[in-house]
């Protein structure tokens, strides 16, 4: 049984450009949520996606954007990077919009020069 | 903001001890928690959840304690063994969050032999 799934698992992108994260959930899972880990710190999530529409937001800006596939795929992109954004990106799944057990990737860096 | 923390940066104990890692939360609306463990360079891994309707769950070496009077969450890991050497995070979802975690900042166990 797969967990969950990214890619890539490193990436280095220069400032202003634009970058996409994919994410396959578990096995069984329907929704898909995206945070982002700087060093140090602990996740902060940025939004979740179900029944491919984004149910919930972070506080993030909307260069960062999102989208879920009918196989419950989803993307992360972020557009006109900063040096900010470097980090780890989590991807995380669940079974249902709440209240089930959700499980993290292996995650992807994302490192802006 | 509503938030979650850790009492402690960084826990040292002697392999074979018990170790004790505490977190406290702010936001009474919550009604799920989570312990993940992170290694280095890798995704959070689920530990153990404990839902507020309960005040203590036990799984394989691992207990949580849920006192919702004080808001206090803590997780007792068995028999330290050098392969729990990690950072381990305590998350919150409050009612009607849907899958949104908030973290604390961790805390770095470290297991000495």
């Known amino acids: 049984d797969a967990g969950v799934t990214q890619s890539p698992t490193h990436l280095i992108k220069t400032r202003g450009q634009q970058v996409t994260l994919r994410c396959s959930p578990k096995s069984g899972h329907d929704t898909v949520s995206w945070y982002q880990q700087a060093l140090g710190q602990g996740p902060q999530f940025i939004f979740q996606?179900?029944?491919?529409?984004?149910?919930q937001r972070g506080n993030f800006p909307d260069r960062f954007s999102g989208h879920q596939f009918p196989n419950y795929s989803s993307e992360l992109n972020v557009n006109a990077l900063l040096l900010g954004d470097s980090a780890l990106y989590l991807c995380?799944?669940?079974?249902?919009?709440?209240?089930?057990?959700?499980?993290f990737g292996e995650g992807s860096w994302l490192t802006v020069v | 903001g509503e938030s979650v923390g850790l009492h402690l940066p960084t826990l040292s104990v002697q392999e074979g001890d018990n170790s004790i890692i505490n977190c406290a939360y702010s936001n009474s609306a919550s009604d799920y928690f989570i312990w993940y463990k992170q290694e280095s360079g890798k995704g959070p891994q689920f530990i153990i959840d404990i839902r507020s309707n309960m005040d203590k769950r036990q799984g394989q070496r691992v207990t949580v304690l849920l006192n919702k009077t004080v808001k206090h969450l803590s997780l007792q890991i068995a028999a330290t063994q050098p392969g729990d050497s990690a950072v381990y995070f305590c998350a919150e979802n409050p009612t009607g969050g849907g899958n949104k975690l908030t973290f604390g900042t961790g805390t770095q166990l470290k297991v000495e032999l």
């Open positions: 995380a799944s669940a079974q249902g919009p709440s209240g089930n057990t959700i499980y």
């Open positions: 996606y179900y029944e491919e529409e984004e149910r």
